[in-house]
């Protein structure tokens, strides 16, 4: 088991550019979420998709953001016309379950710095 | 508002001491699951340990155990025989699906 993977840890970049981020999820988890984690905060909820299927979406995610799940396994999350307010930890976090909610395990993040 | 609170934005423990970081919440929710989360310096998220809100046992994994009043909406997280690695931010969290955290307790673990 090699837990939920992030890529990359950090990212700078400049305001105005485009970002994207990869997470792997544990192998045999059907559910995936990302959240955004700024400091002295605890993590808010951006997304979760259970294999492709996108099913929820926060008011959080703006128009900027986009996430995908293409084939039930990885996940992007990209940000467009990054702004400096979008600087945070992004956490992807995954979860296996057959009805009903269970825990979820998370990744090491991708700390995000728009300069 | 389907909040979470932590009163508690710092606390000190004495190593081999027991300690209790306090949590309350609101949802209208009936059937959901409660967390504890461990988040060290520099480093990943730690499920600690869960609570399913059906069941009325407190949940209890090793040093770890939990005293829940649903009612109350109450879910604190006591911590037994403190030791050093357990220095870090603790995040209550509940959730159906997506969860909703607190902004944390920094804990300190005195030698």
């Given at each position: 088991?090699?837990?939920?993977s992030?890529?990359p840890?950090?990212k700078?970049?400049?305001r105005g550019?485009?970002?994207?981020f990869?997470?792997?999820?544990?192998?045999?988890h059907?559910?995936?979420?990302?959240?955004?984690?700024?400091?002295?905060?605890g993590?808010?909820?951006?997304?979760?998709?259970?294999?492709?299927a996108?099913l929820?979406k926060s008011?959080?995610?703006?128009d900027?953001f986009?996430?995908e799940?293409p084939?039930?396994?990885f996940?992007?999350?990209?940000?467009?016309?990054?702004?400096?307010?979008?600087?945070?930890?992004?956490?992807?976090?995954?979860?296996?379950?057959?009805g009903?909610s269970?825990?979820?395990?998370f990744?090491?993040g991708?700390?995000?710095?728009v300069? | 508002?389907?909040t979470?609170?932590q009163?508690?934005?710092?606390?000190?423990?004495?190593?081999?001491?027991?300690?209790t970081?306090?949590c309350?919440y609101d949802?209208?929710?009936?059937?959901?699951?409660?967390?504890?989360y461990?988040?060290?310096?520099?480093?990943?998220m730690?499920?600690v340990i869960?609570?399913?809100?059906?069941?009325q046992?407190?949940?209890t994994?090793?040093?770890?155990?939990?005293?829940f009043?649903?009612?109350?909406?109450?879910?604190?997280?006591?911590?037994?025989?403190?030791?050093?690695?357990?220095?870090?931010?603790?995040?209550?969290?509940?959730?159906a699906?997506?969860?909703?955290?607190?902004?944390?307790?920094?804990?300190?673990?005195i030698p």
């Open positions: 088991d090699t837990g939920v992030q890529d840890r950090h700078i970049t400049k550019q485009n970002v994207t990869r997470c792997d999820p544990i192998s045999e059907n559910r995936l979420y990302w959240y955004r984690q700024t400091l002295g905060q993590p808010e909820f951006l997304t979760y998709f259970q294999n492709e996108q929820e008011r959080l995610l703006s900027r986009s996430a799940r084939k039930g396994s996940s992007t999350l990209e940000i467009q016309r990054t702004e400096q307010g979008d600087s945070a930890m992004y956490l992807c976090a995954s979860s296996f379950i057959t009903f269970y825990e979820q395990y990744g090491p991708t700390r995000l710095t300069t | 508002a389907q979470v609170t009163s508690q934005p710092e606390m000190s423990v004495q190593e081999a001491e027991t300690v970081l306090s309350t949802t209208s929710e009936s059937d959901y699951y409660l967390f504890w461990k988040q060290p310096p520099s480093r990943q730690i499920l869960r609570q399913e809100a059906y069941k046992q407190n949940a994994e090793n040093r770890f155990s939990v005293n009043q649903k009612a109350a909406k109450s879910f604190s997280l006591k911590i037994s025989d403190s030791q050093l690695g357990d220095a870090a931010m603790y995040f209550c969290a509940w959730g699906n997506n969860l909703f955290f607190g902004t944390g307790t920094r804990l300190t673990v």
